[in-house]
């Protein structure tokens, strides 16, 4: 029996209205999946940053919080590299959350897991940042940890993004998190790859974009399919299991 549910969605990449790259319609992608979302019945939705198509755009926030709030599935957001932090809180929730160091994260517990929602938009975790991780870590004694983050903190084999666009003091977050005492499971985006990696007590899973997914088996860049993929995360008193669901993309 399923507790909880959280859906994660991540690496969207919404775009002008007119912009279709690689000849996919990345409006239609989303709109499509969240049709598909809604008969998995989620609790929550978690979708890990990169809203935007290159340079972020207000009204794209705008675009995107509508077709969540069409929905009526609560969510939560963090950022990605192609995000803007204050555009992203005030158009997708209201109100500029964030801080003197344009970084938006927060923790929560659901279903006995301490989570945590961290903030990777510029390439890399503010010292600030860092310190409010290593205190969320402590708070988390006694409790299983869950962190969503847009980039992976380990590098995972796609050379490419690990070369080009890795999280740049991932080293230093996995430290702090190796420190809990137990199992951290962490969800992440960024790769456009389905991907898990296991790093002593952190496994690190990658969730596939709504753009399209990368060949991570050549060192530069290779489109290996236009498949959409989101993740599942069901929450039961036998602990935690997930997978991937694929759905055909819209492309022309």
Not at 94 to 100: A, I, K, R, V
Not at 101 to 125: N, P
Not at 241 to 247: F, M, P, S, T
């Amino acid at each position: 029996m399923v507790d909880f549910r959280i859906v994660q969605l991540t690496d969207l990449h919404i775009g002008d209205e007119d912009e279709y790259p690689f000849g996919v319609n990345l409006r239609a992608n989303l709109i499509h999946v969240m049709a598909d979302v809604e008969r998995m019945n989620p609790d929550l939705l978690v979708i890990t940053g990169d809203f935007c198509l290159g340079d972020p755009k207000f009204e794209n926030y705008l675009w995107i919080q509508q077709q969540l709030d069409r929905s009526g599935i609560p969510y939560e957001v963090i950022g990605g590299n192609h995000d803007d932090i204050s555009q992203m809180t005030t158009g997708l929730i209201g109100e500029d959350l964030s801080t003197e160091e344009d970084e938006y994260y927060f923790s929560d517990l659901v279903h006995d897991y301490h989570i945590l929602y961290l903030d990777s938009a510029k390439g890399r975790l503010s010292d600030v940042q860092l310190d409010w991780v290593r205190a969320e870590i402590i708070n988390a004694k006694g409790h299983p940890l869950m962190v969503f983050i847009h980039h992976p903190p380990v590098t995972s084999g796609v050379p490419h993004m690990d070369r080009k666009y890795p999280l740049q003091n991932g080293h230093q977050l996995m430290e702090i998190l190796r420190t809990h005492e137990g199992t951290v499971q962490v969800f992440s985006g960024h790769y456009h790859v389905d991907r898990c990696v296991v790093a002593d007590n952190v496994v690190v899973h990658i969730t596939p974009s709504l753009f399209m997914q990368l060949f991570p088996y050549t060192e530069g860049f290779s489109i290996d399919h236009y498949q959409v993929g989101y993740r599942v995360i069901d929450f039961t008193e036998k602990g935690v299991q997930h997978a991937v669901r694929y759905l055909p993309g819209n492309r022309f």
